[in-house]
Structures are given as structure tokens and as C-alpha cells.
């Protein structure tokens, strides 16, 4: 049972766009949010994260937006630019847990110049 | 260059075989996170142990298994391995507290590729 969701496999913008990449969550225990971004032979680097009490958190072209009576978060990226492509996870931890973050399945972006 | 530390990067090995996966945490960080990306799939958290404690476990078969060092170093054991045990594998480190996860997330290494034949 996934508690973490990206249904969107992939997402193609055209350069200077908005993207925007989704996520839905079932668990509504999360407490911290956050999202990750994944170059092919690399390790997920973090972007942004949002506390369960806010419903926005900016920083410089990346915006997350939290909506929780629907359980979805979201990544805009304006504007969006080719080295922006690459493997956008969410991730969500658990009120209280130990710390572990629970991963969906990533969505890949292209940005085309 | 992250500051967590894996290696090697490639392993090729066969069925039957145990290898042994090796991090190191960003300086300062107390918390090691061992996780598993198989092709098509997110990362599936494994194990956390802080300052030398296992503190949580996820879906780790049995047949792995991972210590944290005195010097903070952890090291992931897989055993009887079997084709299905090809993945990626990432370690990841932490701040403590909640201003370090808002700060800076989780600090992932590059990980370790096992290619199990």
C-alpha cells in the first residue's frame, strides 16, 4: 500500500513554462514533506520541504504548495529551464516516527529548450 | 560531492554470494539511512540507526542486515543474494532535530549499484 503517490511517470515543459509536478499522500500523520531531485548515476539531492502546518513554502524558482483536507502537495517550478530535467521524488515523514522518509515513485521531467 | 561517502559505486556478484555495502555520514550527521531503488520503483527505506542504535526498520529482508560504527560509519550486509536483489542502494544522513530535515532534508550519497548474475 503506497502511502505516497506520484502518478505522473513523466512531465514534458517547454523552457521559461510553469512545471508542475504532483503528489498525493494518505497518511495524514506526515508531519514534514519534502521533495528530491535525482540526476541518472547520482543520489537524490534535496530541494524544498514543507512543515505540515504551512501550505506554502518558496524558495528562489521552486514553490511547493500543501493542500491537506485533499491530502496533495505540489512543485512548481517557474520558470522552468533544460537543466531542471531530471527525476522529481516526494517524500513525507511520519508525526513522531524515527525519522524515515517514505518515497513515491518519482516523476520525470523534460524541459525542452 | 553531497559529503556522504559510498562505496564501491558498481558491484557485479553472484546468486549465492554475500557482499557488503559501505557509508559514511556528512560530518557532524548521527542518523545513516539505508534505502532501495529497484528498477521502476521509489526509494524503499530499509534501516536507521543513530549514533550506533538501530532506531527503525522497514522493508528489510532478513537476509540483510546493517550495523552503524563507533566513528558513525554504517555498513549494509546482503546474504544469499538472488537476482531480484539488483537495485541501487542509498545511504542517506541527517541533522538532528527538525530544523535540519527543513534545512537540508536528507543528504544522499551517490550510491552503490549491485548487479546480482
Known amino acids: 500500500d503506497q502511502q505516497v503517490k506520484q502518478n505522473s511517470p513523466s512531465l514534458s515543459v517547454q523552457e521559461g513554462r510553469i512545471s508542475i509536478l504532483n503528489c498525493d499522500y494518505t497518511?495524514?500523520?506526515?508531519?514534514?514533506f519534502l521533495w528530491y531531485k535525482k540526476y541518472p548515476a547520482e543520489g537524490p539531492t534535496f530541494l524544498i520541504s514543507?512543515?505540515?502546518?504551512?501550505d506554502k513554502n518558496e524558495d528562489g524558482r521552486f514553490t511547493v504548495f500543501l493542500n491537506k483536507s485533499a491530502k496533495h502537495l505540489s512543485l512548481h517550478i517557474v520558470p522552468s529551464q533544460p537543466g531542471d530535467s531530471a527525476v522529481y521524488f516526494c517524500?513525507?515523514?511520519?508525526?513522531?516516527?524515527?525519522?524515515?522518509?517514505?518515497f513515491g515513485k518519482g516523476t520525470k521531467l523534460s524541459v525542452k529548450p | 560531492d553531497s559529503g556522504v561517502t559510498q562505496t564501491p559505486k558498481h558491484l557485479i556478484t553472484a546468486t549465492g554470494q554475500r557482499v557488503t555495502l559501505r557509508c559514511s555520514p556528512r560530518?557532524?550527521?548521527?542518523?545513516v539511512y539505508w534505502y532501495q531503488q529497484s528498477l521502476d520503483q521509489g526509494l524503499q527505506f530499509l534501516i536507521q540507526y543513530y549514533n550506533g542504535e538501530e532506531r527503525a526498520k522497514g522493508n528489510i529482508l532478513e537476509r540483510f542486515s546493517a550495523q552503524q560504527f563507533p566513528d558513525l560509519h554504517s555498513e549494509l550486509n546482503l546474504s544469499s543474494l538472488e537476482l531480484g536483489d539488483s537495485a541501487l542502494y542509498f545511504c542517506?544522513?541527517?541533522?538532528?532535530?527538525?530544523?535540519?530535515?527543513?534545512?537540508?532534508?536528507?543528504?544522499f550519497g551517490s550510491g552503490t549499484r549491485l548487479t546480482v548474475v
Open positions: 517524500a513525507a515523514r511520519g508525526w513522531g516516527s524515527q525519522g524515515n522518509l517514505i
Open positions: 560530518s557532524g550527521d548521527l542518523s
Open positions: 514543507i512543515s505540515s502546518i504551512k
Open positions: 542517506a544522513s541527517s541533522v538532528a532535530g527538525r530544523e535540519g530535515l527543513a534545512n537540508y532534508g536528507y543528504t
Open positions: 497518511n495524514s500523520m506526515f508531519d514534514y
